[in-house]
């Protein structure tokens, strides 16, 4: 059956120069895994390429804009046509790439001087690309992220640019890049990570994510008192449970489901719940002697984000 209510629309431009991973970021975000091989043979973008996702009650459109010269050109001098209405825009810049620096800084410069003329409230996101787990200790890598950032963020002070590092060898940080981003349409969000950081600090979880059927998150806190080798393995256990929600949409599978690792050192739990309709899926990591306890109140804790869920979808 039809649904009668209408989504609002967003447009989302992921922009940069090619070969820098734009339609790489995209594509591991729809597929979460084994998207290595179909990566590996990803030709570069002609033009516009559109798709489109819907979200908590929005329906945004992707557009991932070809980042070869031609193209570049192309839009710069229909800038109304390519940039005009956009809420976010994505810049990806190959951070490993350092020779085409210059070159990017100056295609940002391009759009964004358009964006300071007709749209200064659009939402900025520049994501450092390629910042895979073999590079991150490189100190020059990090040097160049350091850089980047200032000159950026010095240049364009009238923007509130958010700045990421995304490699496609790291599927949570590409989650989180989207996820991020498309957080900034709706104040509802800041509530409803109000609700997930009492209830991670209340049950000392060590992580709480909130994601929506299609894998995106909704909201997520975690413990800051982590430790570095603890970390790899909360990512590796995210990372798990947002294969196995990717699984049960592929597979149309209809019954709850929920999901119980009590691998060391910590206890992962996915929880699926629904709300108006959709499907969410909390994930939550916590030490093994406190399951019992947070068990407990995970119907709490559907209770408290379902009625702000409840204003955020239409
Ligand atoms: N090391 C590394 N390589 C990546 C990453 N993301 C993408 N690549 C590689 O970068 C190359 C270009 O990726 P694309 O996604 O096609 O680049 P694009 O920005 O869409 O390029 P255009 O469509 O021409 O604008 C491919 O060979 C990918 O395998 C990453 O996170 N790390
Ligand atoms: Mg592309």
Redesign the pocket.
Known sequence: MEKKYKLIARKVI?S?????????????LNKKYDF?EE??E?????KV?YSRTIFLGMLISFW?????EV?RNLYVSHKDLYFGETDLLIY?I?I?DREKFQTSLDYLDNILSYFQEENPSVHVIVTF????PI?RDYEEINEDVNELTNIIKEKYTSFKIVFQQ?????IVS?VHLISYGLSMFNDKFLELSLVIEKFLVEFDCVSLVLFDERGIIVSEFYNNQVEAESHVKLLEAIKEHLFILKRIEEESYSDYYNYLNEKNPHVSYLHQFQCKGQKFYLSIIFEEDLKFKILDHIPDLIKNSSEILNDLIP
């Open positions: 992921i940069g120069l090619d070969n820098a991973g734009k339609t790489s970021i995209l594509t591991a290595e990566i590996q990803l030709k570069p973008t002609i390429q991932d804009m070809g980042g070869q193209y990806v190959d490993q690309h390629k910042y895979d590079v995304t490699s496609i060898y790291d590409i």
